[in-house]
């Protein structure tokens, strides 16, 4: 997963690596290396991932009941 970004005309570097940053957060790239950043037993790799099914599910139910209301 490749991420781009370009530096705008007279931009500081340090604005540019802050945008580099946020999108990297977006994509869940951070996430991701940090994972892998140490070994996870297949237990806990089945619990989070079951969190993170939980959490999907309650988000899509909570934008069903704001578009219902």
């Known amino acids: 997963m490749a991420v781009r ?5 007279n931009e500081p570097l340090e604005k540019t690596l802050r ?5 990297c957060n ?3 790239i951070t996430r991701e290396l940090k994972r892998h ?3 996870e037993k297949p ?9 993170e099914r939980l ?3 309650r988000l899509a139910q909570k934008a069903l ?5």
């Open 5 to 9: 970004v370009q530096a705008k005309a």
């Open 19 to 23: 945008r580099l940053r946020k999108l």
């Open 26 to 28: 977006n994509e869940g």
């Open 37 to 39: 950043a140490y070994y």
């Open 43 to 51: 237990s806990e790799r089945r619990r989070r991932k079951g969190r």
């Open 55 to 57: 959490k999907t599910i």
């Open 65 to 69: 009941e704001l578009l219902g209301k």
